[in-house]
């Protein structure tokens, strides 16, 4: 697997680029838009199957997606005439490991039982 930007970038550049993804995330429409996709992993979905799910008008939706899309939270693959949306679940793994390392591991502010608790 090749490596992602985030792994080949700086410390200071991957903070900031973290900092833009849930910049991204903090988009009522774009986090919807990514539950429905993180749902349909790993087959993912096209734009109408989308739009059918979430009633996103098809401009709005279109720049929600290409905005998630620029910041590496998902992936498009054109099938035909069709673009099929994924999460980018490495991309997600690595946020997720950001905050994991600062609250559960370095100094303690969150008990590690805690978070694995709710991912089940």
Do not use: W
């Not at 910049?23 to 993912?44: D, T, Y």
């Not at 279109?62 to 498009?76: C, F, N, T």
């Amino acid at each position: 697997m090749e490596p992602s930007r985030l792994q080949l970038a700086p410390e200071t550049d991957r903070t900031a680029t973290y900092a833009d993804m849930f910049a991204a995330l903090g988009a009522e429409p774009r986090l919807r838009i990514l539950r429905v996709l993180l749902a349909a992993h790993p087959e993912g979905l096209v734009v109408g199957e989308i739009q059918n799910e979430l009633g996103i008008a098809p401009s709005t939706l279109s720049h929600h997606l290409e905005k998630l899309k620029h910041e590496d939270l998902i992936a498009v693959r054109r099938e035909s005439t069709f673009l099929r949306y994924t999460a980018n679940t490495t991309a997600l793994e690595e946020l997720l490991g950001f905050l994991y390392a600062e609250c559960c591991t370095r100094n303690k502010a969150i008990k590690p039982a805690k978070i694995t608790q709710l991912c089940r």
